[in-house]
């Protein structure tokens, strides 16, 4: 017979707990397990009544697939999904790109999202290395009618920035740490040419914000942006939860910090 989901988590638990080494350290891993768990279960009440739609935010009504590549999904139903970039994302929408190039798209949150909301003359060019990231990014932008204005592909070279350099290009980029090795100037001199949003991986290294903002200060403008908190009465729907799930239907399973930096270049 096959197992339940509950059932899955409680054995993943209980081989947690069991586990060698540190109580301490077992005990963590537990609490993170299963407060992923009761997230799954928020993602589930908050689609039985509004399906798989970005309720607030600047992404409002775009479709999502039943599932994320990775990391959490109820924040992004919910639209408050890294608030801190709506301020930028509402910048974006007002600039004349030609391009958009997101590296680390996952499934598509930003590339299908900001697709919706540009115009039809702008490309949208997604990468990731995982295949089933660009499976369900090809999905939602299909399911949200932007599939014309796509191109999806795997593993972006640093030798591709000359290609966006030649236009008006924003850069997305969310990769886990690697941003330190793929984006320096002085390796690649038309990164000075592009509008750059990245998400700086301090929880790896705790450099990587002063690395990277040392790197662009010469070329652009930069603002440096950090994580907050969320509002309860902006989500109705959440009033009636209990005070641990209002927490974990915000919580975006980060394991330490993680701020982005707009940098806009130099007129």
């Known amino acids: 017979m096959a197992i339940n989901f509950h059932d899955k988590v409680m054995g993943m638990a209980q081989e947690l707990i069991s586990a060698p080494g540190q109580s301490q350290h077992n005990l963590y891993n537990m609490l993170r397990l299963l407060a992923k768990y009761r997230s799954q279960l928020i993602v589930n009440t908050i689609t039985q009544k509004h399906g798989f739609i970005v309720q607030t935010g600047p992404f409002k009504g775009m479709k999502l697939y039943k599932e994320v590549s990775e990391g959490c999904f109820a924040p992004k139903l919910l639209g408050c999904y890294e608030q801190e970039l709506h301020h930028v994302v509402n910048s974006i929408v007002k600039t004349g790109y030609k391009n958009v190039v997101n590296i680390g798209c996952a499934e598509g949150y930003y590339a299908v999202g900001l697709a919706r909301l540009l115009p039809e003359t702008i490309k949208t060019y997604a990468y990731d290395i995982n295949p089933e990231a660009r499976r369900i990014c090809k999905e939602v932008a299909m399911i949200n009618g932007v599939e014309d204005k796509f191109e999806i592909a795997g593993e972006f070279r640093p030798e591709d920035f000359e290609f966006f350099a030649m236009e008006k290009s924003l850069l997305i980029c969310d990769i886990e740490g690697a941003e330190l090795e793929l984006l320096n100037p002085e390796a690649t001199p038309a990164l000075t040419k592009m ?73």
């Open 195 to 267: 509008d750059i949003l990245v998400e700086l991986h301090d929880v790896f290294n705790k450099d990587t914000s002063r690395i990277i903002m040392d790197r662009f200060k010469p070329s652009h403008s930069i603002e440096f942006i950090e994580a907050g908190s969320r509002d309860i009465n902006e989500y109705p729907d959440l009033r009636a939860f209990e005070h641990l799930d209002q927490l974990l239907a915000f919580w975006e399973w980060r394991t330490g910090p993680t701020p982005w930096a707009y940098m806009v270049v130099n007129a």
